[in-house]
């Protein structure tokens, strides 16, 4: 006792201090090891070559006069093309139509993909079947899917048009693709088509990974099929729902392929989503510098709105 009590009186730093790590330990403490590095190279090379390079030379090209067929040097012209932007009542109507078609989308697919997976959980007789066919529209090309879309949609030998006048439901053929009324709703529809298989797996997914003991616990207290759910089930989901959310948010608002093949923007402008509306501006008139502008702005407006998004549905869970 008198001998560690001496020790410590000699050096009293000393006392519950860690032994000093190696720079090795250090830099794995950091996640900085070398070898972690090398085996992620793979994945990192294709990501900065095909995404993060385009994404910052992009942005370069936002503060220059880049433009097609253009003889002189491209110069650089700071925020001009920016500013410009703030005056661009085409942009931002452009936009508005942007959002209000990723929101409808998100929200329906979503709606729609959970009440599908929650069938698909179930023990149903053929549902491998049902859930190979629930992948369809997922496999399908974009193009392809845009294709077949018009072809349910033509206003004189569609199938739409031809089964709701047999119905009764209508008595002159509808334009739903040429149409001011019709048009965006007919585009949010097949974007949710589209789009659901993919939030239905990752939903189907996380439901599955829910704990059976839970919901049979649930179920011997008395609990009904709602409150099961809304006890046991989707607090367990959050966290999936959270990711496919913020996912599908992105891709739709990015989404060009599909409404390109469809209306092309039209009709008047009423389907032209923002990445419309640049590569019309990119591609047919020749303006880079401005095009690239208007993606810089749509990038930071999206990541805006998906921090706040994220943040608030974060603070709620932590509560």
């Known amino acids: 006792m008198s001998l560690i009590a001496s020790r410590a009186e000699a050096d009293p730093d000393s006392r519950g201090t860690p032994p000093p790590r190696s720079p090795a330990r250090r830099r794995q403490a950091l996640g900085l090891d070398r070898g972690a590095w090398f085996l992620l190279l793979p994945a990192l090379?294709?990501?900065?070559?095909?995404?993060?390079?385009?994404?910052?030379?992009?942005?370069?090209?936002?503060?220059?006069?880049?433009?097609?067929?253009?003889?002189?040097?491209?110069?650089?012209?700071?925020?001009?093309?920016?500013?410009?932007?703030?005056?661009?009542?085409?942009?931002?109507?452009?936009?508005?139509?942007?959002?209000?078609w990723a929101v409808c989308v998100t929200l329906l697919q979503f709606v729609l993909a959970l009440g599908l997976a929650l069938l698909l959980?179930?023990?149903?007789?053929?549902?491998?079947?049902?859930?190979?066919?629930?992948?369809?529209?997922?496999?399908?090309?974009?193009?392809?899917?845009?294709?077949?879309?018009?072809?349910?949609?033509?206003?004189?030998?569609?199938?739409?048009?031809?089964?709701?006048?047999?119905?009764?439901?209508?008595?002159?053929?509808?334009?739903?693709?040429?149409?001011?009324?019709?048009?965006?709703?007919?585009?949010?529809?097949?974007?949710?088509?589209?789009?659901?298989?993919?939030?239905?797996v990752v939903l189907l997914a996380g439901l599955q990974n829910v704990p059976h003991e839970l919901r049979e616990a649930a179920q011997l207290d008395g609990a009904g099929l709602w409150r099961r759910f809304a006890s046991v089930t989707w607090p367990a989901l959050k966290p999936v729902v959270l990711a496919i959310t913020a996912l599908n948010f992105i891709w739709n608002f990015n989404s060009f392929g599909l409404v390109y093949v469809l209306t092309q923007g039209g009709p008047g402008g009423q389907t032209r989503l923002p990445m419309l509306f640049a590569y019309e501006?990119?591609?047919?008139?020749?303006?880079?510098?401005?095009?690239?502008?208007?993606?810089?702005?749509?990038?930071?407006?999206?990541?805006?709105?998906?921090?706040?998004?994220?943040r608030k549905k974060l603070t709620e869970d932590a509560a």
Not at 164 to 186: F, R
Not at 282 to 309: C, D, N, R
């Open 45 to 100: 090379i294709p990501i900065l070559i095909l995404s993060v390079g385009p994404l910052l030379y992009g942005a370069s090209l936002a503060f220059t006069d880049a433009q097609a067929g253009r003889t002189a040097a491209t110069r650089f012209i700071g925020p001009d093309n920016l500013l410009d932007l703030r005056h661009d009542s085409l942009f931002w109507e452009s936009f508005r139509i942007g959002l209000l």
């Open 121 to 200: 959980n179930q023990n149903l007789r053929f549902r491998w079947l049902a859930r190979t066919l629930a992948l369809v529209p997922w496999a399908m090309p974009e193009v392809v899917v845009g294709i077949m879309w018009r072809l349910v949609y033509h206003s004189d030998a569609g199938v739409l048009n031809k089964t709701l006048t047999q119905l009764g439901l209508l008595h002159e053929n509808v334009d739903w693709l040429a149409d001011l009324s019709y048009a965006l709703p007919a585009v949010i529809a097949v974007g949710v088509w589209a789009g659901m298989p993919q939030t239905t």
């Open 281 to 310: 501006e990119a591609f047919k008139y020749g303006q880079f510098g401005y095009a690239a502008a208007m993606g810089l702005v749509m990038v930071a407006v999206i990541a805006v709105l998906l921090t706040l998004f994220l």
